[in-house]
């Protein structure tokens, strides 16, 4: 079952104080808790494909739909997303065997979404 999100999240890095110590962006904790809302598939045992989708309008001013060349990196929504459904929709991320990220041209009537689903192995 696909799953959507009015947003397109991305795994950020930690934050160093200036004594050394490291602690996890915030955004990363709300944008975790709001794909695990949105997420209605089951939890899955054994291995699974994950397929994300996301969609970005595009600028003010710009009228022709353009490659989505821009933040975030790909690789960081997948990452952000197989984070978050950790423990929910399957046991870890290692059991995904095959994942696709797609980053639909922008145009001007894309609002900003992502489209997620968990698709258990036969």
Same mark, same amino acid.
């Given at each position: 079952m696909k799953c959507e999100i009015d947003f397109v999240p991305t795994k950020r890095r930690d934050r160093t104080l200036k004594n050394g110590m490291h602690y996890p962006d915030p955004k990363n904790r709300e944008e975790a808790e709001a794909i695990r809302a949105a997420y209605t598939g089951g939890y899955h045992e054994g291995p699974v494909e994950v397929v994300i989708d996301t969609y970005a309008k595009l600028p003010k001013g710009k009228k022709k739909p353009e490659p989505n060349t821009h933040k975030p990196d790909a690789d960081n929504?997948?990452?952000a997303i197989l984070d978050a459904l950790n423990g929910i929709a399957f046991e870890d991320d290692r059991f995904v065997v095959f994942q696709s990220c797609r980053k639909h041209p922008r145009t001007a009537r894309e609002k900003p979404k992502?489209?997620? #689903?968990?698709?258990?192995? #036969?």
């Open positions: 929504t997948a990452k992502t489209v997620f #689903e968990v698709i258990p192995c #036969e």
